[in-house]
C-alpha cells in the first residue's frame, strides 16, 4: 500500500512497521467512533407527539387563551364570543379539537346558537382563513366539543366563534376553561387555561 493513501503522510517512501500497526488501529477505531456519533445524535430529543403507548400528546402544548367580545351588557344581541390560541411551531402535534366549558357565572341557562359555530385563523377583526370546525354542545355540563377535520399546524394561531342567543341575563364574571386536543391516535388533551367574560348591568338613568 502506498502512503499516498492516507492525507497528511509523505508519500515518497512504503509504511514501516510502526506504521502500519498505526493505521490499523486507527481503522480498527472507526467504526465504534461512528457507532458513538449515531447514538449521540439519536439521543438528541425530536419533539414528537407519540407516547411509547401509542397515544398522542403535545411537546410544547398552547398555555393561554384569549376571549374576546365585543357586547358586554347582559342580555344584549347578537353576541359572539371569541377564544384565540396559538400553537408553538415545536408543538409536536397539530390540533385536532378543542372543549370550552363554563365553570361559573350566574346564569347558566343562555342559550346558543351551536350551527353558527365557526373557526378561522389569525385574530379577531384580522380574520384569515376559515377553519372548517364540527361543534357538539352538552347544556347539562355547559361544554362545548370541537373538532377540525383539517387539523390547525402547529406555528398557527386558531379563533373559535361561539354564538349565544344572547348575552346572560345576570351581570357577573364568567370564566371558560379551555382544552386543546392533539390530532393523532388517542389523543391526550392538555388544558389551555380560562377565558374570562366580564357582563355588565347598564347604569338606569
Given at each position: 500500500?502506498?502512503?499516498?493513501?492516507?492525507a497528511?503522510?509523505?508519500?515518497?517512501?512504503?509504511?514501516?512497521?510502526?506504521?502500519?500497526d498505526?493505521?490499523?488501529?486507527l481503522?480498527?477505531a472507526?467504526?465504534?467512533?461512528?457507532?458513538?456519533?449515531l447514538?449521540?445524535?439519536?439521543?438528541?430529543?425530536t419533539?414528537?407527539a407519540?407516547?411509547?403507548?401509542?397515544?398522542t400528546?403535545?411537546?410544547?402544548a398552547?398555555?393561554?387563551?384569549t376571549?374576546?367580545?365585543?357586547?358586554?351588557?347582559?342580555?344584549q344581541?347578537?353576541?359572539?364570543?371569541?377564544?384565540?390560541?396559538?400553537?408553538?411551531?415545536?408543538?409536536?402535534?397539530?390540533l385536532?379539537g378543542?372543549?370550552?366549558?363554563?365553570?361559573?357565572?350566574?346564569?347558566?341557562?343562555?342559550?346558543?346558537?351551536?350551527?353558527?359555530?365557526?373557526?378561522?385563523?389569525g385574530?379577531?377583526?384580522?380574520e384569515?382563513?376559515?377553519?372548517p370546525v364540527?361543534?357538539?354542545f352538552?347544556?347539562?355540563?355547559?361544554?362545548?366539543?370541537?373538532s377540525?377535520?383539517?387539523?390547525?399546524?402547529?406555528?398557527?394561531?386558531?379563533?373559535?366563534s361561539?354564538?349565544?342567543?344572547?348575552?346572560?341575563?345576570?351581570?357577573?364574571?364568567y370564566?371558560?376553561?379551555?382544552t386543546?386536543?392533539p390530532?393523532?391516535?388517542?389523543?391526550?388533551?392538555?388544558?389551555v387555561?380560562?377565558?374570562?367574560?366580564?357582563?355588565?348591568?347598564?347604569?338606569?338613568?
Amino acid at each position: 500500500m502506498r502512503v499516498g493513501a492516507m492525507a497528511g503522510i509523505s508519500g515518497r517512501a512504503p509504511l514501516g512497521g510502526l506504521h502500519r500497526d498505526l493505521f490499523r488501529g486507527l481503522r480498527r477505531a472507526v467504526p465504534p467512533l461512528a457507532a458513538l456519533s449515531l447514538a449521540a445524535a439519536a439521543a438528541v430529543p425530536t419533539g414528537h407527539a407519540q407516547e411509547p403507548g401509542g397515544r398522542t400528546q403535545f411537546v410544547r402544548a398552547p398555555w393561554k387563551v384569549t376571549l374576546t367580545s365585543y357586547t358586554t351588557n347582559v342580555g344584549q344581541s347578537p353576541a359572539e364570543y371569541f377564544f384565540t390560541l396559538s400553537l408553538d411551531e415545536r408543538a409536536g402535534a397539530s390540533l385536532g379539537g378543542m372543549t370550552i366549558q363554563q365553570i361559573r357565572g350566574a346564569d347558566w341557562q343562555f342559550p346558543f346558537a351551536v350551527e353558527r359555530t365557526r373557526a378561522f385563523l389569525g385574530v379577531p377583526r384580522r380574520e384569515g382563513s376559515r377553519i372548517p370546525v364540527l361543534a357538539a354542545f352538552d347544556p347539562a355540563a355547559r361544554r362545548f366539543s370541537l373538532s377540525f377535520p383539517e387539523p390547525v399546524p402547529p406555528g398557527a394561531t386558531v379563533t373559535v366563534s361561539l354564538r349565544p342567543w344572547f348575552n346572560p341575563v345576570q351581570a357577573d364574571t364568567y370564566l371558560f376553561q379551555v382544552t386543546a386536543i392533539p390530532a393523532g391516535p388517542g389523543p391526550v388533551p392538555s388544558p389551555v387555561g380560562v377565558g374570562t367574560l366580564r357582563i355588565y348591568q347598564p347604569n338606569d338613568w
